[in-house]
């Protein structure tokens, strides 16, 4: 089973994340914010990991920074989802080494479909190369 990690301040949006992804057969777990996340990530290997930006201690920017400076997350899928729509705001997720960006509130078909997409991917091209 593939392991997700939902790194989002709001309960609410990681509710509406687990509604989307639940009955899919992943494992999902959660972080409240950046600093949480790597914790986990420290004591556990995920697939994929789909994160807010707007976050206390430690924002989205930083925590997608610092997974791609780990050999061991340097290829993980990383999924933004977040409020800010900006297209600068977009382009400097991407920079900091996001997969994919989705704006709030976002379709649930585009979210599985991305969480869908790069999974494949990675099992195509080595579930394992980080």
Request: charged share 25%.
């Amino acid at each position: 089973m593939q392991r997700i990690l939902i790194v989002d301040d709001s309960i609410t949006h990681s509710r509406f994340i687990e509604d989307t992804l639940g009955d899919m057969g992943y494992i999902l777990e959660f972080a409240a914010d950046g600093e949480d996340a790597l914790s986990k990530c420290s004591s556990c290997n995920y697939d994929l990991i789909i994160m807010d930006i707007v976050m206390p201690r430690k924002n989205g920017f930083q925590l997608c920074r610092e997974l791609r400076s780990h050999f061991s997350y340097k290829n993980t899928p990383i999924i933004v989802v977040s409020s800010k729509k900006l297209d600068s705001e977009r382009f400097w997720g991407f920079k900091q080494g996001a997969d994919e960006y989705l704006t709030k509130p976002c379709n649930p078909l585009e979210l599985l479909e991305a969480v869908t997409r790069l999974l494949s991917d990675r099992q195509l091209y080595g579930a394992h190369c980080n």
